[in-house]
């Protein structure tokens, strides 16, 4: 891709650093009505509670300006928060994330997009994710969860195991999102799903994928799959599930570890 950031509004410049890590529901960088951020530095986000998330960067469109948000640097939690959060994914807005996010506590989003309350969801997503970096979270986790958007990620994601309160996924998309993975590396723990698919689409056509003791795909309320690796290693588990879906396995193979389905 070609970064157009180069008039943001909000620069994070490298060595520098912005620490949220002593407050509660607090945002590293807000910004609103179509503003633009780039961070070449570190943000620590802050604590989260029952009623707010500790948020790294926060970005929301409008309907005449779109919120870009590009991370080369680093953005960690230091509770159940998130890095990165696009908000009003029906007025568009684009994430670039070349750098780092990172956190080793459960219940994180590394990269969050969501819907105007009440909105429907567009035929094609208005809103962009793009991940070149890495993402690394811990259990009940999830890498990238999104509301109608598209997303393209050819970077490495990293979750861990599902907990009783909290399902880990590498990619999430829902209400009409479109997954496209091209290369990087998605790993997931225990019964941990790599693509979760919910009335969506899902294109694999590259990466690689240690999923032993999860789920490589899960597709549900009409989600589409198109998948373009060959011998793909699938878990312990149920490797694939779908539910009111469809997969394009495009004649590929595909290796069932000892015990799987």
Known sequence: YNS???????????????DMANSTGSIGIEALDGARV??????????SNSTSSGVGILGESTVSDETWIENNGQIVMTDAGIGIYLDYTDKGGKVYNNGKIESSNAKTLG???????SAAPLATPAA??????????????????????KIENSGNIKVGSSTSTGSSVGIYGSKKSEIK?????????????????????????????????????YGKNGTDVNFGVNEAVLGEKTGIYLEDSTINLNGNNLNLSDGGL
Not at 4 to 18: C, D, S
Not at 198 to 213: H, L, M, P, R
């Open 128 to 149: 962009e994710i793009y991940n070149t970096g890495d993402i690394i979270l811990t259990d009940g986790s999830v890498g990238i969860f999104s509301e109608n958007t």
């Open 38 to 47: 780039k961070n070449d530095g570190k943000i620590i986000a802050g604590k």
């Open 111 to 117: 990269i969050y997009s969501q819907l105007t309350n």
């Open 181 to 217: 993975n091209t290369g990087g590396s998605i790993e997931v723990g225990n019964d941990g799903i790599a693509f979760y698919g919910d009335d969506s689409k899902i294109d694999i056509s590259g990466g690689s994928f240690n999923v032993i003791s999860g789920t490589m795909i």
């Open 4 to 18: 157009p950031l180069y008039n943001e509004e909000v620069y994070l410049a490298a060595g520098k650093t912005i």
